[in-house]
């Protein structure tokens, strides 16, 4: 399992849960000085200056002046929202997103374009056409990017990264995280959409605060992504939550996994739109 929030992962030193500590802290209540941020951290005032000093010298944070309440003035420290950036790629099942944000996680640019179903490999290249230029559109060196993640609507087999199956895409087997890390030349972790979908709600939406909860996803399939005890609960293999290919009927409609009756032949975007081809093809009125 990989947790929803990393800032409390086990096999982190003190230094760099600290470290995070007076980042988070920085970035929350700054301009903020070295004094306050000892106080609200419970750490030493000198054990918060070494790592305000490691923060400024690599530029996650940077000095704003002083602030002068009587006695000696007291430095200003504020988040660099340009310290870093992220790249973020969705691979639908409609169109390829590729998007940067800086380290604030504030969207600085997006591009898309049409997915080529059927094809991962012109998708890999797409992809990687469209990265100089959302990197050009938001103003951001690639030599800023820290981390990049890609998400898709399939199976994603763990801890290898291969596509098992995206039925609506039409793939079948694809090392879709090597593909990826190799034509963007750094490491790109893939997730499928309900994974990535559960840890953004832990993070910013109904779930924030929670340590244990499942979200859902009914769109162009079904899937769901579970958080437990602040960990993404990934299962055996990284298929957890993979309720849309459940069959709920014995000889219900072929699905795209190869199978029949199962739950996202009945509840998705694509049943409704198969419904309706079927009843206007019956109905004159609705043709």
């Known amino acids: 399992m990989a947790r929803a929030n990393d800032k409390t992962a086990s096999n982190r030193t003190p230094r760099e849960l600290n470290r ?14 070295r004094t306050n941020l000892a106080r609200l951290s419970g750490l030493t005032k000198p054990t918060v200056s070494a790592i305000i000093e490691e923060l400024l010298e690599n530029g996650s944070v940077r000095d704003v002046g002083t602030e002068s309440r009587g006695g000696r003035p007291a430095r200003l420290l504020e ?24 380290a604030r996680g504030r969207l600085r640019a997006r591009l898309d374009q049409p997915t080529v179903l059927r094809d991962p490999q012109r998708t890999v290249r797409d992809v990687a056409e469209l990265l100089p230029k959302v990197l050009q559109l938001s103003g951001v060196p690639r030599k800023r990017l820290r981390g990049a993640c890609a998400i898709v609507p399939g199976l994603i087999e763990r801890p290898s990264g291969v596509c098992v199956l995206a039925p609506n895409l039409g793939w079948e087997r694809f090392p879709l995280r090597a593909e990826l890390s ?9 997730y499928n959409l309900p994974q990535a979908a559960a840890v953004a709600e832990g993070e910013l939406g109904a779930a924030r605060g929670q340590v244990s909860y499942v979200w859902i996803y009914v769109g162009l399939g079904v899937g769901a992504g579970l958080v437990v005890d602040g960990r993404l609960f990934f299962g055996m293999q990284g298929y957890s939550g993979e309720i849309g290919h459940c069959r709920v009927a014995d000889d219900g ?15 998705s975007v694509m049943a409704l739109r198969r419904a309706a081809e079927v009843a206007s093809a019956r109905s004159p009125q609705l043709a």
């Open 182 to 190: 190799r034509a963007l030349r750094m490491q790109v972790p893939v």
């Open 253 to 267: 409609p072929p699905c795209g996994c190869g199978r029949r009756g199962c739950l996202e032949t009945f509840a």
């Open 79 to 102: 988040f660099n929202d340009d310290s870093a950036a992220y790249l973020g790629i969705e691979i639908g099942v409609e169109q390829t997103t590729v998007a940067v944000a800086d």
């Open 20 to 33: 995070s500590l007076v980042l988070d802290l920085v970035q929350e209540h700054g301009p903020i000085s």
